[in-house]
């Protein structure tokens, strides 16, 4: 499935090793991994869910995948994680604010960078509620947890959205000097 994105100019280096990018193919395989499998059924419930979410925008159907695998293995940060994103795009803000504070909670030491974008996406919920000041508390969290530059500078931009509405627009200029900061 994941094949299928890859530039047409680049698809004959996978085709000589015998692979081919067939998208429907692909999720078909998924499925019935998902559906018949045993060994890896786990890992098609996750990946699964996030084609649904990322490629298909059927988050109900992401959702039913990852609340099994959350409710099998509620100490699975990455799983919560990726229901608490899922739930921001269904617009379910309240729920993925719950969930996202729970996760909060547990604080593994060996998924560093997964912990600091809990506090982006917390910023993000706040942000999209209109609720500046703590959409900037969390983005400057983020911020300093960061051990990647991933969404850095959005955190920046939105951070300088933030500033603007509250009127300060001093800090809102600084913040979007800022904003260049972070991956490309």
């Known amino acids: 499935y994941t094949l299928s994105f890859i530039p047409s100019g680049i698809r004959w280096i996978i085709s000589i090793a015998g692979m081919d990018a067939d998208k429907e193919k692909g999720l ?7 559906k018949h499998g045993t060994v890896m059924k786990t890992e098609a419930a996750f990946h699964l869910a996030q084609i649904y979410a990322d490629y298909s925008a059927q988050y109900d159907s992401s959702l039913i995948l990852l609340d099994s695998l959350t409710e099998k293995y509620p100490m699975n940060i990455i799983f919560s994680y990726e229901k608490s994103v899922v739930l921001i795009k269904n617009k379910q803000l309240d729920k993925a604010a719950e969930l ?3 996760i909060s909670q547990f604080n593994f030491d060996k998924f560093p960078q997964t912990n600091a974008l809990i506090y982006f996406q917390l910023g993000n919920i706040y ?58």
Do not use: P, W
Not at 171 to 178: A, P, T
């Open 28 to 34: 078909e395989n998924l499925r019935r991994v998902y």
């Open 100 to 102: 996202l504070n729970k």
């Open 127 to 184: 942000f999209y509620q209109n609720k500046f000041e703590f959409a900037i508390r969390y983005y400057t969290k983020f911020i300093e947890q960061a051990n990647s530059l991933d969404f850095v500078g959005i955190a920046h931009y939105r951070m300088a959205i933030c500033y603007y509405f509250l009127n300060k627009i001093l800090k809102s200029k600084h913040e979007l000097l800022l904003s260049g900061q972070g991956d490309e």
